[in-house]
């Protein structure tokens, strides 16, 4: 026996509305003050308070339950609950649909509502391939809405990245891409993360995924050997101004450091390596997450192994004469910490400034 609706709130009946006739699109969803509110629309731009909220997520959530325990769903791998198993209603699956994308709204590690929806595309697989690839992408918009809005909790969601992996894995398989279509879907998903980055600085969830989802599209050409090193290297540019732009982020420069060891081009580390470190010293940089991606980088790469390049800035003044580095063979002395990078370069900010200051007198 059905269960009967409980009443919908303007809540509710708002955000459903908002979520059922979003047809792909992505959404910005902002919390507002409650001066602001509580509820705001504008195009694919949505306001909506904490309070108005939390009253959407209440009946969705006795809407979602509810709706499970009418299509039969328990949770257990065994159980006849996905569509085409168990006879379920159109209108039946979009409520529980449409709840339970209110319900990740509120709660972006409800692992129910995500599993539920995983199992209801998964159901499509064997129905249906274009189909469930139409459902993968319609999916894949709502996590760019939940990852990329202003909405501090989702953007570093291990749920919600995991969710988009997920559904980006089954995508790629589907589609098989070529390599051009593989370089423009990882620059796609590096905007996301970096968009995601931007909004909660330090999110490891996100470039973690990048790092996933390069291997996945790695994979994808494993008859060509060098596809993960040419794709690394088509999204080392933009990895990299990011980074500049951002000098305190460690997970992104992090992320820059496993885009070196993915391209093993040694021009293009060096090169990078250097750019970095040229920024450093040219801004007078003296934050930690910067200058241990150099003492990383540096050791990783080899950096100092051609002496011509210990005579080119900024190498003549990191790499000085005597270093550690030069000198690996000794095992009473270690490689530098990122302190000893950044002593390097106040000397010679220090230096710099006399110089300034004090001018050659001409005779």
Known sequence: MTSPCPPQTDAYRDLSRIFGNRNGRVLEVEILPPAFGPFLEDGCSIGVTKKYLVQAFV???TVFFDGLKDSGY????SSPDLPGQKTVSDELNKMIANASEIILLFDCEHLTACNWRKRRLTALAGLNQEKFAQALDTELSLMTTYLCSPLH????????WQHRRWIQTHLIHIRKPDFQAAQDLLETELSAALRAGERHPRNYYAFSYMRQIHRVLSGAGAEEQDWGARLGQAIMPSMLDWCLAHPTDISGLMFLLYLLD??????????????VARFALDIGWEGESLWTFVDLAVRRFKVVASADRLQTYPWDIL??????????????????????????????WVHTQQSTNNPPQLT
């Open 262 to 275: 993915a391209v093993s081009d040694a021009a293009s580390q060096i090169d990078t390596i250097g750019r």
């Open 319 to 348: 790499l000085v004469s005597g270093s550690p580095d030069q000198h690996s063979h000794d095992s009473r002395k270690t490689s530098p910490c990122w302190k000893t990078w950044l002593e390097r370069a106040q000397t010679h």
């Open 74 to 77: 328990t949770g257990s791998p």
């Open 59 to 61: 009946t969705a959530r």
């Open 153 to 160: 909790r989702h953007t570093k969601s291990p749920t919600l």
